[in-house]
């Protein structure tokens, strides 16, 4: 049996923590699909189409290990989840205000569909306090995001926020 996971998010941009997790997935999976989220109420600041484009660069030094699909999606993620076949959601987790919210959502997912499971998995102690937010937040402020991102996401942070 194909063993596949689902990593949803709206990887606006997709960082190293998000790489990290990915990589760290991939070792026990056969299929990882990377569910990129429309949701147009967080306001991101890449299109979707960027959003994808960005994230398969990232990932592609990653599929030597498993075959790793970037799936835009919008709706519900356990009805997606269940559209690619995927038996596990894969989700990161930093500290413990992230697992309370994991928490409830795990919760509420079993009860949509019980035959999904949710495996969290922690990211390299040097990711743990990434988030998307921060790291646009200081490429806007005209910090260096090198250490938080691939060199091709730095250079579409510099070029995205030079344009606004």
Known sequence: MTRIGFYPGTFDPIHNGHTDIIGRAVKFLDKLVLGIAINTGKGP??????????????????????????????????????EVGA????????????????????????????????????????????????????AQLGGDVSKFVSDGVRERLVSKVASR
Request: hydrophobic share 50%.
């Open 45 to 82: 600041m890449f299109s979707l189409a960027e959003r994808v484009e960005i994230a398969e660069e990232a990932v592609q030094p990653l599929r030597a290990n498993a075959e790793v699909v970037i799936h835009p999606y919008e709706g519900l993620t356990m009805h997606v989840a269940r």
């Open 87 to 138: 038996q596990v959601i894969v989700r990161g987790l930093r500290a413990v205000a992230d697992f309370e919210f994991e928490f409830q959502m795990t919760a509420m997912n079993q009860q949509l569909d019980r035959e999904i499971e949710t495996v969290f998995l922690m990211a390299d102690p040097r990711h743990q306090a990434l988030n998307s937010r921060l790291i646009k937040e200081i």
